[in-house]
């Protein structure tokens, strides 16, 4: 029953973004929060107004996560480090011509290296073509001091060779973390002590008075009750948020709390935003690149179903089609990826409710696979113990994905599978960074957007591939 109505809810937002969309001068000069609008040139980028400031931003926005690097061999940039500067500036430059003009970054992304490199390559264009968005990334203790985290957003600046932020986020407010003296916080009180209690969203809102930020939202990872503070702030006039960075997926439309319990559906995400007006910018639009590689039987039913689309394609048009959708970020590393995305949006061919429904159907079986939700976001690493934790989890997907985790040495297929699994492994992971040597320290699971259990995920993947090893 709660899937019905938030199946009709999807379709009301749905209605009203496809009646939107339509070309002319008049019809621009109406659109309100989330419409849908293009220019008369069939082939423009859709967009989306703001209804805080009256932005006109692209639906397809660029996320600076994954930036490109040099090609293997080559020296590092003094100033850029293992980044191809020079490809950075080329796609940026394709970003725009091609109508893109929202640009997300952080302090943490990239080795911290993400906002100079996107600084360099937006700085060759005039400022008023482009918005910058970046983040509060204090999750170090350390930087919780009102001053530490001032310091952080002047360096921003500084990095992003701006005067002014257009979008500031409060980075990952439902994460958990450790206080100065070693003590673990759950999300909500974590959220408090870097956000609230040290007066740093009092004084971020000071700076957008002063004309420093012009809109300040949050991102939210993790604990739900850190979520409903921010809301119930805004709810009582004390911060009004312009908006707010989530994740949204047809996967995690229905399947986000039952995939990991301490998880909440995107459909409930989103639907406390839009009932409150705050546009929602969407993140994990391919919940790390799992939509786009989904097993061969999924693949052939969306290819069936649509042979010129991508597989890609149905995931980004189901995150962009509510109204209340404000931009849909994704990590484009290769040019063609960027070709891609922009090619979907521009227009956006809004899901219809047949298409609704079919991407349920195939939502339910990715979720009957029981993969790890790993997006590769590298929030849980470096390990101490020198794990590649990402690598680790992208292996097993892969292997269960394609049908190479046996589980009964009676069957026809086993020794091939096996082997594809344990020579794949080494192949993937070196072995003094593969499962085996996770002590169990837990350091990585409070820094997880996706509240994996990592020691315990480890710790089964090691125990499945011992496993392997003495069937052998």
């Not at 009092?202 to 979520?227: C, T």
């Not at 020198?386 to 892969?398: E, M, Q, T, W």
Request: charged share 25%; proline share 6%; aromatic share 10%.
């Amino acid at each position: 029953m709660n899937k019905e109505i938030s199946r009709r809810n999807f379709l009301k937002c749905l209605a009203g973004g496809t009646a939107a969309v339509a070309p002319g001068a008049a019809f621009l000069a109406s659109c309100k929060q989330g419409e849908t609008h293009t220019s008369t040139d069939e082939t423009a980028m859709t967009m989306r107004t703001n209804p805080n400031t009256g932005d006109v931003v692209s639906l397809l926005g660029y996320g600076m996560m994954r930036l490109p690097m040099l090609p293997e061999g080559m020296p590092e940039d003094p100033q850029t480090g293992p980044f191809d500067q020079e490809m950075i500036n080329r796609q940026v430059d394709y970003a725009l011509a091609h109508g893109v003009n929202y640009f997300d970054t952080a302090p943490v992304y990239c080795r911290g290296l993400s906002e100079r490199c996107t600084g360099i390559a937006l700085k060759r264009h005039p400022r008023e073509t482009y918005y910058i968005a970046t983040k509060l990334s204090n999750f170090d203790s350390r930087v919780w001091p009102l001053e530490e985290s001032q310091k952080m957003f002047e360096n921003s600046l500084h990095e992003l060779q701006t005067d002014y932020i257009d979008y500031l986020l409060l980075h990952s407010t439902g994460n958990g973390g450790r206080d100065q003296d070693g003590k673990d916080l759950n999300g909500l009180d974590c959220c408090r002590a870097r956000f609230l209690d040290n007066g740093l969203t009092d004084w971020l809102f000071e700076q957008k008075k002063a004309g420093r930020i012009r809109n300040v939202g949050f991102s939210w990872h993790g604990d739900y009750r850190a979520f409903e503070l921010l809301l119930q702030l805004h709810d009582e006039g004390r911060y009004h948020w312009d908006f707010c960075q989530i994740e949204l997926n047809y996967l995690d439309w229905f399947y986000a709390n039952e995939i990991n319990g301490t998880n909440v559906d995107a459909v409930i995400l989103y639907g406390e935003l839009e009932k409150r007006g705050i546009p929602a910018v969407i993140m994990e639009p391919l919940l790390g690149g799992r939509l786009a590689n989904v097993n061969d039987d999924i693949a052939s039913q969306l290819k069936h179903r649509d042979p010129e689309a991508s597989i890609a394609s149905w995931a980004f048009r189901f995150a962009g089609t509510p109204e209340g959708v404000l931009t849909v970020l994704s990590g484009m590393t290769f040019m063609e990826h960027l070709r891609e995305n922009v090619a979907t949006y521009s227009p956006l061919r809004p899901v219809t409710p047949e298409e609704h429904d079919f991407l349920m159907a195939i939502a339910e079986q990715i979720f009957g696979q029981k993969e790890i939700p790993c997006t590769a976001c590298q929030y849980c690493m470096p390990c101490p113990y020198g794990l590649d934790i990402p690598s680790i989890f992208a292996h097993y997907n892969k292997c269960l994905r394609e049908g190479n985790t046996p589980q009964s040495s009676g069957s026809p297929t086993y020794r091939r599978q096996r082997r594809a699994f344990l020579v794949g492994y080494d192949r993937s992971v070196p072995r003094l960074r593969q499962a085996s040597h996770c002590i169990g320290c837990g350091q990585c699971a409070p820094h997880c957007p996706q509240q994996i259990d990592i020691p315990r995920e480890l710790r089964r993947i090691d125990d499945y591939v011992e496993k392997l090893k003495r069937e052998g």
